[in-house]
Structures are given as C-alpha cells and as structure tokens.
C-alpha cells in the first residue's frame, strides 16, 4: 500500500503564477480530524483538470484518438470528468489510486477519447463541432398502457380497451 514514506503526493498543481509544476500538499494535511470530512484536493472540476489530469494524462491524437479542448460544450464530457474527479478525491483519502485508475479513470477516458464512439467523436482536440441529441419519435402514449411496460403487482389494464389491444398487437408484432 502507499504511504507517506514513499515520497507518494496526490498530484502536480499547476501554480498560476510560475511556469514551473509544484507538487500539491498531501492528502493527509487535508483531513483536519476524523469527524470533519476530508477537504477535497482541488476546489472544482476544471481546477482538477486543468492541474493534475491534464498535466498527467497525455495523448498523441489522431488514429482512434480524439480529444476537444472546449470539453465544457459536451454535457456526456462533463458529467464523466466530474464523476472521475469525484471518485478521484475519493481514491485519494481512501488510498485506493489503482482501482481509481482501472475502474474509473480508465473506463471514461477510453469513452471520451474514442474517435469511433465517444462524445468527441466530430471534434479535434482545437475545434469544436456540436453533435446533435439522440433523436427521439414520438412514442403512442397508449403503448404505454401495454403489459409489458406495466408492474405486474399493478391491476391488469382491462383487456376490452382500445388501448390494450393495440398493445398487445404491439407486442406481439413481428417487425
Ligand atoms: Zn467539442
């Protein structure tokens, strides 16, 4: 396990006023007492990128690789990378840096840098290009009467509707 005899620092922090890289204070300094819970290594999710994963993770783009650099643009972009701060500031207290690693950095990464699949997919890491949301029929209100989308601890719809009918020849449809 990791301890503090091994020189081992949560992550480099970009110091805004130098150019040169300063090691942020250790996980530990940042537990004030066992009740208190722990103050998070980085203030936002934008700090935690732009000074530790960004400086940490570094990619050659192009092939299967891409990146945008207005991930902000990209809700999927922003929810993943807070979760994976999130769950970092996490890894960092609790000492757990390689399921961190395996289990969430991983995972998410591979999925935003995918060229073939990811949110990215239309951007370059220097343009943006917005995709468009999944596109979404209107779905039959009454389909939603059917039995297969009802609980079944709920009263059976009555099977002389309209509405049960045409969800069951739904249902019960080939195509
Ligand atoms: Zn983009």
């Known amino acids: 396990m990791l301890d503090d005899d091994n020189g081992w620092e949560p992550g480099p922090v970009f110091d805004e006023d130098e150019t040169d890289y ?5 996980a530990a300094d940042t537990q004030t007492s066992a009740h208190d819970s722990p103050k998070p290594v980085y203030g936002d999710l934008e700090s935690w990128l732009r000074k530790h994963l960004s400086q940490v993770i570094r990619r050659r783009f192009g092939g299967s690789l891409t990146w945008c ?3 902000y643009r990209h809700a999927e972009a922003v929810s993943r990378l807070n979760a994976m701060w999130q769950e970092w500031e996490k890894a960092v207290v609790e000492d757990t840096m390689s399921t961190w690693w395996l289990y969430h950095c991983d995972p998410h990464l591979n999925m935003l840098m995918s060229k073939d699949s990811g949110p990215f997919m239309a951007c370059k890491p ?30 059976a719809p009555d099977a002389g509707t309209d509405a ?10 080939p195509d």
């Open 164 to 173: 049960a009918v045409a969800a069951s020849r739904t249902s019960s449809s």
């Open 126 to 155: 220097d343009e943006h290009r917005q995709l468009e949301p999944l596109p979404l029929a209107d779905s039959d209100p009454d389909l939603w009467l059917g039995t297969a989308f009802s609980d079944p601890r709920d009263p």
């Open 69 to 71: 650099s207005q991930w």
């Open 22 to 26: 300063v090691l942020a204070p250790p």
